[in-house]
Nanobody, 126 residues
Framework: QVQLVESGGGLVQDGGSLRLSCAAS????????MGWFRQAPGKEREFVTS????????YYADSVKDRFTISRDNSKKTAYLQMNSLKPEDTAVYYC???????????????????WGQGTQVTVSS
């Protein structure tokens, strides 16, 4: 059984930074791509960024490119999302997702992810 637990969310001012973590349990972590998505009130869950199984290839939504950085440490079964230059429009619940074992390529589709964390709230005040 795979479980994902996000942490690191909180309240930050416009222009500030936060670092989210996603800790995984189970044996599929190191062979699977991971992604971060977010969902604002009244909106659908949207893609933020995704990284491949080994951590050397990632891509980003245009809205966060050059501000956010995804990374992973397979020895710790943890993925990270460094968020800089935060804006009020970044306010949302952030979710990490893990693709099923063997699916090591990044993906922007929620349907490609077999496991999800419970989410962590990020609020950016203006």
């Amino acid at each position: 059984q795979v479980q994902l637990v996000e942490s690191g969310g909180g309240l930050v001012q416009d222009g500030g930074s936060l670092r989210l973590s996603c800790a995984a349990s189970g044996r599929t972590f190191s062979s699977s791509a991971m992604g971060w998505f977010r969902q604002a009130p009244g909106k659908e869950r949207e893609f933020v960024t995704s990284i491949n199984w080994i951590g050397n290839s990632a891509y980003y939504a245009d809205s966060v490119k050059d501000r956010f950085t995804i990374s992973r440490d397979n020895s710790k079964k943890t993925a990270y999302l460094q968020m800089n230059s935060l804006k009020p429009e970044d306010t949302a619940v952030y979710y990490c997702g893990l693709r099923r074992s063997g699916y090591g390529s990044p993906s922007s589709l929620t349907t490609d992810y077999g496991y999800w964390g419970q989410g962590t709230q990020v609020t950016v005040s203006s």
